[in-house]
């Protein structure tokens, strides 16, 4: 499960260069890279304004080289052994920012202060997806697109630790019934998941029958479109039972708790799992309804496990303190967040290009990786959230590549990223 992020915050190293005089690109100047380059300004802000240390180059090198530069510039010993802490807060002239539940942050505005505070960033936009051109396939010697298409089969899904434990919590629901909700942004792996139970039931000829109800006329400002508790209950009847649905709900409900009772009845019957894709558009009775699904039981056997996936707006359904009358179901619920890629980056990449025997060092020069975090980070006051997710990360990691062929660089370098 996920765990909470830290707030990022800026170091007191700041304070320190400001007040002696010293110049970020002095800071940068002085630390040298792997690849032989200084460290970028970039990296410097990201270092100095939100602690983020860069991944590329050692640690110990780079305080190293600031520590020695202190020194020579006539930084007082006592200053120096204080510029990794966090800036205190009366100098960073923001208000303590509040965690949410599955990882994510509130982003506060800052409070009125004499000191200067960070300044809010977006995100750019990247602009329109596009394909790799074949001029660029040519160029890095790749057959075909890694990224368009990417996932064909279970081995094509890349699974970071936190969605392996995602995945093996959706298969076991699956299974042996429970409650569990996926929530991640657009573009975080949520449909790649969804199909890959799928696959992997099929795959293991597990005895699971999957109920999913339609979403394509799903519309969040109107109650009459949102997923009510009949069309749920409609599609689990579709799902292991012939029969037609009655039209009172209450008797509708009662024939698809004969029709689950049924399905499940022996040892050898089959598992039932009700799935639903874009369930932030549900309907809060049709919570309501699913608790009482979800305690039926057949001996000390569960006769439905039920999935949920969706966007953000998801945990806002599952807030108590927003819906204190479903308080009941909603303690029943595991929630499971999809997080952005960050730490993984490299290896979702690997991942990507050894899937068609593309070496990644072939492609991107190791500070690309850095710059693809920077582009993809936003930034409110001093909260940071990341943008790392497979559909951003992919869109542009295929306009950098196009970019880089068509201006005849031999890598993906931080460069190319920034130019975009």
């Not at 530069?69 to 208000?95: F, N, S």
């Not at 392996?164 to 657009?186: D, N, P």
């Not at 309907?283 to 966007?311: D, S, Y």
């Not at 909603?330 to 025997?357: F, G, S, W």
Request: net charge neutral; hydrophobic share 40%.
């Amino acid at each position: 499960m996920a765990a909470h992020r830290d707030v990022y915050q800026p170091i007191a190293l700041k304070l320190v260069l400001a007040e002696h005089g010293i110049r970020q690109a002095e800071v940068g100047e002085r630390v040298t890279q792997p690849n032989g380059r200084r460290l970028s300004r970039p990296a410097i802000n990201q270092l100095i304004n939100f602690g983020l240390w860069p991944v590329t180059t050692p640690r110990a090198e780079i305080e190293a080289a600031i520590v020695a530069l202190l020194q020579e510039r006539g930084v007082p010993e006592g200053e120096i052994a204080t510029i990794w802490q966090p800036l205190a807060a009366d100098h960073k002239g923001i208000q303590p920012q509040h965690h949410l539940p599955g990882g994510g942050a509130h982003l506060s505005r800052p409070r009125a202060s004499s000191h200067p505070t960070a300044v809010a960033t977006e995100i750019e936009p990247i602009g329109e997806p596009e394909m790799l051109y074949p001029e660029t396939r040519s160029h890095f010697k790749i057959f075909k697109d890694p990224f368009k298409d990417d996932v064909q089969s279970s081995q094509d899904v890349f699974l970071s630790a936190d969605q392996r434990y995602i995945r093996e919590a959706m298969y076991t629901v699956s299974k042996h019934g429970g409650f569990l909700a996926v929530i991640g942004e657009s573009g975080s792996g949520k449909t790649t998941l969804f199909n890959d139970l799928y696959e992997r039931i099929e795959a293991d000829r597990a005895k699971v029958i999957v109920a999913t109800p339609s979403v394509v006329d799903i519309d969040l400002d109107s109650s009459k479109t949102r997923l009510t508790a009949r069309r749920v209950l409609e599609s689990i009847l579709s799902a292991i039972s012939s029969e037609r649905p009655r039209q009172s709900m209450q008797r509708l409900t009662e024939q698809v708790k004969g029709a689950l009772a049924q399905t499940t009845a022996s040892e050898s019957g089959h598992s039932v799992v009700l799935m639903v894709e874009e369930a932030h558009s549900l309907l809060p009775a049709t919570l309501k309804t699913l608790k009482r699904l979800l305690e039926l039981k057949a001996g000390h056997r569960f006769l439905l496990g039920v999935i949920l996936i969706g966007q953000p707006e998801l945990s806002d359904l599952l807030d108590e303190s927003r819906h204190p009358e479903l308080r009941e179901v909603i303690r029943r619920c595991e929630v499971a967040t999809l997080m952005p890629l960050d730490a993984h980056l490299e290896q979702y990449v690997a991942h990507k290009l050894q899937r068609r025997n593309v070496d990644p060092a072939r492609v991107f020069a190791p500070d690309a990786y850095e710059a693809i975090r920077i582009r993809l980070t936003q930034r409110h006051g001093l909260t940071v959230a990341s943008q790392l997710y497979p559909l951003m990360v992919n869109n542009l990691i295929v306009k950098a590549m196009n970019q880089a062929a068509r201006i005849g660089e031999d890598l993906v370098t931080a460069d190319v990223i920034q130019s975009l």
